[in-house]
């Protein structure tokens, strides 16, 4: 096929074309591994580890493109400046610039944590630091520890741990420390270039990041002791025969032990000598080697929240007419003084609800006088503290205002007393378990003739016998306490006017089956527990495990050693706890740090407690352990 000259020439020019962009075409190259390797330093002026450093600014040049990640969480200059450094990056360049004059005699550590990445792959330099001295040696001395929750025991990530040189108790509410670290996520610390000196050691969740305990939400942890370093000297001995001038013998031993031991003469005062002995004919030579050096030693210190907050009304609500609910920041530490501003009201008019936590209050108001008023004025009596943390009365006032929802055309209205059960139509109860009521309102009275219990066995009704009880804490729960017969069906009858609130109004009609568990489903747990001694009463908890929160679902009390025995207990993991309750209040107790007072200890089974149906689980728990 020919073509023709015109052809040939748009042919040849499309050629072109194609060929043009096929070249300018700029592709990004592919394959080859990935680059995870942080950047490396190529030169640092003034070189790390300076000393006699007079200087304004330090660059540090790397091999690669840089950037910083997160500095503000990350760097930690220790001891710490008033006014922090500039630091920016220049390129490959890291450039830190103080703006004050830094102290005279002192060590630096200028710590970048994991801020410091390469600028591609943001691959971080670990635990980056320079470290410098404005005077002519750099201090050398190490500390290191764990933060741990004083609760829960777990890791505290984020918290300062703190060295002051002024032994005042005020320290750390008034100055700043001397040497700062901080935890990481597995609640570490360590504290690195520190003098040889006897420091208090502090730690503190500082929200407002000014490295003072001044704030009553801050959480805080301190050890009983001062800081100290003591120099620990080890001496090695070898010991060489002359029949085969053979070292036959080496041992680490101290000073006085060698001098108690041979008479020697010193030839040298090197730290390794050269010793003649007459012990015996057979020893030609002793050679002892000296090695001093300060240890770096571990602390474990428990966070914890002091109970500095200030007694406050929380809240007041009056969701329906006859109920007034206050609400504390925390539990109230004396009685509360409820009265109505109406002074003509004399006889009793409302029933006080107190919650189990302390911190709450429920006023069931009684007279009908009272409490279909719309608007009502209440004053509110109550222990809180002064400036000075000291407890004085005060009083406040609440106008309380009932807001009726309104009802579309001919709605009947329910007025029938309302409850709830702790067991489902065609559920099932704990053999161990009540059958419990919680009312919506308090009850006055109750007639067991209206609420019947049968065993239902071949489809036969047996009449169950029962006992009802209202609970020691709970105004509105009552309970029926029965001798439950294992893997059974129970029918539950509660006729109208069983029970009666405060109010008059009766419970409707409510018939339900359920069962109750097998015996062969449940397993137990015998913990037997040691060490106890009479300075303390031991809180034991089954916990079940949890990511927010432990929640307990067994306690026993415990005064001397013996088996605590944990029966009816469903196939599930457990952790065993134990409290030591050294104030004998039955609950775990904060500690404070002006007092000298620790938090209560708390303990753990190593390993979390499998319980399987049917089988008993036995572990030895020593407290001193």
């Given at each position: ?20 962009y ?9 394959g ?19 000393v ?23 760097l ?14 220049k ?22 944590g ?9 691959n971080?330099?670990?635990n ?77 969740r ?5 490295y ?7 959480d ?19 010991t ?30 090197s ?67 409820f009265a109505?501003?109406?002074t ?34 209440f ?9 000075n ?8 006032t ?25 067991v ?24 067991t ?20 009880f ?10 029926l ?8 069906i ?19 009609t ?15 747990i ?7 001694d009479?300075?303390a ?12 929160k ?20 469903p196939?599930k993991?457990?952790?065993f ?16 740090y ?16 499998k319980v399987?149906?049917n ?11």
């Open positions: 096929m020919k073509f023709s000259n015109i052809q040939k020439v748009i042919f040849l020019s499309l050629i072109g074309v194609m060929f043009f096929s070249c300018a075409k700029i592709v990004a190259p592919t080859g591994p990935k680059d995870e390797e942080h950047p490396l330093i190529v030169t640092v002026d003034p070189p790390d580890y300076t006699n450093f007079d200087r304004k600014k330090i660059t540090i040049t790397f091999n690669e493109f840089i950037q910083l990640k997160d500095l503000n969480n990350n930690i200059i220790s001891p710490p400046i008033q006014e922090k450094p500039t630091i920016k990056v390129g490959k360049t890291l450039v830190i610039e103080f703006n004050e004059e830094l102290k005279d005699s002192t060590t630096y550590n200028i710590y970048f994991n801020s410091v990445r390469d600028y591609n792959e943001g971080p330099i670990e980056f630091q320079y470290v410098l001295s404005t005077g002519t040696y750099i201090d050398s001395l190490s500390i290191s520890g764990k933060v741990i929750n004083s609760f829960n025991l777990l890791p505290e990530e984020g918290v300062y741990v703190m060295l002051y040189k002024e032994l005042e108790d005020s320290v750390p509410i008034k100055q700043i420390p001397v040497y700062l670290s901080k935890t990481n996520k597995e609640g570490l610390f360590r504290i690195n270039n520190v003098s040889n000196n006897k420091f208090k050691l502090f730690a503190l500082d929200f407002n990041k000014n003072l305990f001044d704030l009553p939400n801050e805080i942890a301190f050890i009983d002791s001062l800081v100290l370093f003591d120099l620990i000297t080890e001496t090695k001995i070898d060489v025969f002359k029949s085969d001038s053979t070292l036959i013998d080496s041992m680490i031993i101290d000073q006085d032990s060698l001098n108690n031991k041979v008479s020697l003469n010193l030839e040298t005062e730290d390794s000598v050269t010793l003649k002995a007459n012990l015996t004919s057979e020893i030609d030579t002793i050679i002892v080697h000296s090695k001093s050096y300060y240890p770096v030693k571990d602390y474990v210190v428990r966070l914890f929240t002091e109970d500095r907050e200030v007694q406050y009304l929380a809240n007041s609500t009056r969701s329906i007419r006859q109920k007034i609910e206050i609400v504390f920041n925390k539990p109230i530490k004396d009685s509360v003084v109505s501003a109406d003509l009201i004399e006889k009793d008019w409302f029933i006080k609800e107190t919650g189990v936590q302390g911190d709450s209050i429920t006023y069931w108001i009684t007279d009908s006088t009272i409490y279909k008023k719309e608007n009502l004025v004053t509110l009596t109550y222990q809180k503290e002064d400036s943390l000291v407890y004085q009365w005060n009083t406040d609440l106008k309380l205002k009932f807001f009726e929802l309104k009802k579309k055309k001919n709605e009947p209205v329910d007025t029938s007393l309302k409850y709830a059960l702790n489902k139509s065609k559920g099932t109860i704990d053999l161990n378990s009540k059958l419990n009521f919680i009312f919506e309102t308090p009850i006055s009275s109750y007639d003739s209206k609420i019947n219990l049968f065993a239902v066995i071949d489809t036969v009704e047996i009449p169950v016998e029962y006992s009802i209202q609970d020691s804490l709970k105004l509105r729960k009552y309970g306490s029965v001798d439950w017969g294992a893997d059974t129970y029918r539950l009858e509660i006729y109208p006017g069983a029970f009666t609130d405060i109010y008059k109004s009766v419970n409707d409510n018939i339900i089956e359920f069962k109750t568990q097998k015996r062969d489903f449940y397993g137990k015998l913990a037997n527990v040691t060490g106890i009479s300075t009463q031991l809180i034991c908890q089954l916990i079940l495990p949890s990511k927010d432990e929640t307990i679902y067994s306690e026993k009390l415990v005064t001397t050693d013996q088996i605590v025995e944990f029966n009816f207990l196939p993991e457990f952790i706890k134990v409290i030591i309750d050294k104030n004998f209040n039955k609950k775990w107790d904060t500690g404070e002006l007092k000298h007072i620790q938090p209560e200890e708390v303990l753990y089974y190593t390993e979390k407690i399987r149906s089988w008993d689980i036995e572990i030895n728990f020593d407290v001193n352990k």
